[in-house]
């Protein structure tokens, strides 16, 4: 066959453009927003189980309907949860400080 | 949809799964959605540059090559493709834990009624059909869980709109019928899951109604489906260029999105085929894509974009082709073509000569 879409699919079975196109001009942009839609995925499906599970927990009667909207911890729980904080930002942004150390 | 429709559907092994695959539903929606998604802006976007420069646009080269100057126009190609990429990966995964079970499941079904499945270990697939079509992983034959797949691949891809068989019933629902009015035997050619085929038989409940595709997993996965409705339609394995039937045989013959998935020769054979089966009066049914004359520029790339990187090896040669032309070429006469609209479909209804 002589169009391009032959061209680029012989009837072979093959992916058209083969399996794992760059299709941005910058191909580490490409790869940051294949990364930012696996990343909002995999948030969606956590938020949406968060969401099942506060749904479970009150029509089961183990929690208040704003119970976990009015949960204050005390201090330990508090500098737990800012230590847990801070340790999910410097593993997602180590890379721009290692970026800033080598300029 | 109903709860024993639902049950149809193949349920993702997991709450994850099943919370991913919608999340790239509502994906699409963003980017596709006529009213609100992100084509929306593209369609503005093409129209300020057409007055900007004083002319409409013209062929695809130009759309493409502003297109690609654009920073959208590359982000939506990015998103469409990684969006299938993710949901067949995911579908995939989700259905691989239970292979053996699903696997054992439909050949469990083999062999129930009420009607009956003819399977073809001998048919060889031809070359033009062993492509990965929509990206869906082994193509439409390759993998005995090809039906699944696809059930579910197709329930993102119609962002939901599919859910029910709505679509497959709307466009059922508005078949012709001979002029005569007579209608005994009714054919689905490339029927893949059945859903139209169920329809058809809704619809005609008193004719015998039969769906043939080439692909072993889908017509098992249909009659197992068509089973488990209680639907007494019956599938074959078999070619819709040859589908083995005698002359003069079916009242309706009905093709839903088979044409654009086909290289013009092959419809060709299949439209002649048609003639041949459907008895003098009968009537022939497709709903397929439109050519492009009156498309939008958008409309135009999104068609271009699927052929390069979205599977549809043959939509390109669909769209430029003269498909009444070829209707009427193997004696059928148009009845009428009906525009779906939106400039994405056409129903053709052409007679054979009573």
Not at chain 2, 40 to 66: H, K, N
Not at chain 2, 75 to 85: D, G, I, K, P
Not at chain 2, 245 to 254: E, Q
């Amino acid at each position: 066959m002589s169009d391009p879409y032959h061209q680029q699919t012989p009837e072979g079975g093959e992916p058209l453009a083969g399996a794992d196109p760059v299709l941005l001009k910058d191909p580490v942009t490409d790869a940051l927003l294949r990364m930012v839609m696996e990343v909002t995925a995999e948030l969606w499906v956590e938020r949406e189980r968060r969401m099942a599970l506060e749904d479970v927990l009150r029509e089961t009667g183990v929690l208040a309907a704003d119970a976990v909207e009015n949960y204050a911890p005390d201090e330990t729980r508090a500098a737990a949860v800012r230590a847990a904080r801070d340790e999910l930002i410097n593993g997602v942004f180590k890379e721009l400080r290692r970026l800033a150390r080598s300029t | 949809m109903s709860a024993a429709e639902a049950s149809l559907i193949p349920q993702p092994t997991s709450r994850a799964d099943a919370s991913y695959l919608s999340f790239l539903e509502g994906l699409r929606e963003f980017v596709l959605n006529e009213e609100r998604g992100l084509d929306r802006d593209l369609d503005r976007m093409f129209a300020q540059e057409s007055e900007r420069r004083g002319q409409p646009f013209g062929d695809l080269a130009s759309i493409t090559a502003f297109m690609e100057e654009t920073q959208a126009g590359p982000v939506r190609n990015r998103m469409l493709r990684s969006e299938q990429e993710m949901q067949w990966r995911r579908i995939q995964k989700t259905f691989d834990v239970n292979r053996a079970e699903l696997e054992a499941d439909l050949a469990a079904f083999d062999a129930r009624g009420p009607g009956q499945l003819i399977l073809d270990p001998d048919l060889q697939t031809p070359a033009y059909a062993n492509v990965h079509f929509h990206l869906q992983p082994g193509g439409y034959h390759k993998d005995p869980l090809a039906g699944h797949y696809y059930h579910y691949g197709t329930k993102v891809f119609f962002r939901g709109l599919n859910d029910n068989e709505r679509v497959h019933k709307g466009a059922a629902a508005a078949t012709p019928l001979p002029e005569d009015g007579q209608v005994h035997r009714v054919l689905d050619v490339a029927c893949s899951i059945g859903q139209s085929t169920t329809v058809l038989k809704d619809k005609f409940p008193d004719a015998q109604v039969w769906g043939i595709d080439h692909s072993a997993p889908m017509v098992r996965y249909a009659h197992r489906r068509a089973v488990l409705l209680g639907s007494d339609v019956n599938f074959a394995q078999r070619l819709a260029e040859d589908t083995r039937f005698p002359d003069d045989h079916f009242d309706l013959v009905y093709a839903m999105i088979l044409f654009h998935e086909i290289p013009t020769r092959i419809a060709r054979e299949v439209v002649a085929e048609t003639a041949r089966i459907l008895r003098p009066g009968g009537v022939f049914v497709v709903h397929d894509f439109v050519d492009t004359t009156h498309s939008t520029p958008l409309q135009l790339y999104h068609r271009d974009f699927d052929s390069r990187f979205n599977g549809e090896a043959y939509a390109q040669e669909f769209c430029h082709c003269d498909f009444s032309g070829m209707l009427e070429s193997a004696g059928l006469k148009i009845r009428r073509v009906i525009p779906d609209g939106y400039g994405f479909m056409n129903t053709w209804w052409a007679d054979r000569a009573g």
